[in-house]
């Protein structure tokens, strides 16, 4: 009786099944996943405003619609095909839902025939960006909570490919919505066509970015080190604001928090060092290997060599989850530069932010040395951003004293892969 007593209290565990998925959604998904999705130039989204007229707007929406839907499906079925019990992890699975009903809302969306139509699409495009603002950061609290159930390499693997169908979506989506506000408001797109500028300007670029993680390092430390620009600071060339904007910022956070806690180690009584930019547009203007190089150089006390291979790996960081001064560091000597992050945990379903460039960076002040370090995922972002068009992003350390950040930037030309 005891033994039949004890057998009665075993409890046995099951694999739940997956949350059931409507057939014809199923179907919708399995459709499109399946469909296959070419490579596209930016010619391709750039002539929808050469010019700007109805039938170019109506032309855009006719290929944003079905490109967005089946890479939006692409993302759902690599969701699911995660392990088991990283798919029930909650910050994962609400992203997967997520998707699935963006997906479903474009799928299924009625045919844009009529300029009117189009406005009302571009308000659920629209809506559906701002939905997705914070799936990174979701996601990055999701993996950090899954460690133990996937490699490192296959997390790595997995965000890469999250990340790069999630700039593809975004550049396609933002232009659309860009080019039907322009023509809603009779704007002209002579210099600014869409999302990319021809004019886009390194110099205030640095400068919008330097002030708002000089704000944001003085509100956590006390202190921030000047920014001084070198180089041609009048120069252009045409690129992505808004990746560089994230680049430049992340990287900016690492060398501000990188000076100041090396100064409040070794030199409190001087002068906090200038952080110096250095810019460089390449002698061949006008050819198709025309890049712009940007060195961010510091004096943060650089990096240590066991270190240096691993700053680009989502996750590795040494700030500490609660810190809020300068002893964040946990202990494992990755110094300043392994602390990266994409807007905090104070970030994880917040619905504030607007583009590209506030989803990182809108909750600065309200989230102190969190948006400093923490999740570890600012750096090897930056460097899918910097290499999504052929540049390149390097960091070369003098431990024990500096840190040099190289970002060559190759100039977006009208025949630039973007997928």
């Known amino acids: ?26 179907s919708l998904l399995e459709t499109h996943a399946a469909a296959k999705i070419q490579p596209i130039t930016l010619s391709t989204l750039l002539s929808f405003g050469s010019p700007l007229t109805p039938d170019s707007v109506l032309r855009s929406v006719a290929y944003a619609l079905p490109e967005i839907s089946r890479r939006l499906a692409r993302r759902v079925r690599s969701l699911e095909s995660l392990p088991f019990i990283v798919g029930t992890n ?4 609400s992203t997967l839902n997520a998707y699935r009903e963006s997906f479903q809302t474009l799928a299924t969306y009625p045919p844009v025939n009529t300029p009117e139509d189009n406005v009302k699409f571009t308000e659920t495009l629209a809506s559906l960006v701002q939905k997705h603002a914070n799936d990174i950061p979701t996601m990055a609290k999701g993996f950090q ?21 999630r700039m593809s979506v975004r550049l396609i989506a933002e232009q659309h919505i860009t080019l039907s506000q322009a023509h809603s408001n009779n704007a002209s797109l002579d210099s600014l066509p869409g999302i990319v500028d021809m004019n886009c300007s390194p110099s205030k670029m640095v400068q919008v970015c330097g002030a708002f993680v000089a704000e944001l390092c003085e509100a956590t430390y006390g202190s921030a080190p000047q920014i001084v620009i070198e180089g041609f600071k009048d120069a252009t060339f045409s690129y992505v604001p808004v990746h560089l904007e994230f680049i430049l910022t992340e990287i900016l956070k690492n060398s501000f928090r990188a000076t100041v806690e090396s100064h409040a180690r070794t030199s409190a009584s001087t002068p906090l060092s200038p952080v110096i930019i250095t810019l460089s547009p390449s002698p061949n203007v006008g050819s198709s ?13 650089g990096v240590s060599r066991e270190n240096l291979d691993r700053i680009f790996s989502y996750g590795f960081t040494t700030a500490g989850r609660n810190a809020q001064d300068l ?12 602390a990266q992050q994409v807007g905090g945990s104070a970030a994880i379903g917040d619905d504030s932010s607007g583009g590209l460039f506030g989803e990182i960076t809108t909750k600065g002040l309200q989230t102190g040395l969190g948006t400093l370090a923490g999740l570890g995922y600012g750096l090897p972002m930056s460097k899918l951003y910097a290499t999504y068009f052929g540049g390149t992003l390097d960091l070369v350390s003098l431990d024990g004293w500096g840190t040099d950040s190289f970002f060559q930037n190759k100039s977006v030309s009208s025949n630039a892969f973007i997928s």
């Open 90 to 93: 909650p910050h994962i699975h």
């Open 289 to 301: 290997q025309n890049f712009f190089s940007i060195r961010v150089r510091d004096n943060g006390g």
């Open 145 to 165: 909570e899954c460690t133990r159930y996937m490699s490192p390499e296959d997390i790595s693997s997995f965000l890469n490919k999250a990340i790069r169908n």
């Open 327 to 338: 002893d964040g560091d946990d202990g494992s000597g990755g110094g300043p530069y392994a």
């Open 1 to 26: 009786m005891r033994v039949a007593s004890r057998l009665a209290c075993v409890r046995h565990y099951h694999r739940s099944p997956p949350p059931a998925v409507a057939k014809d959604l199923e």
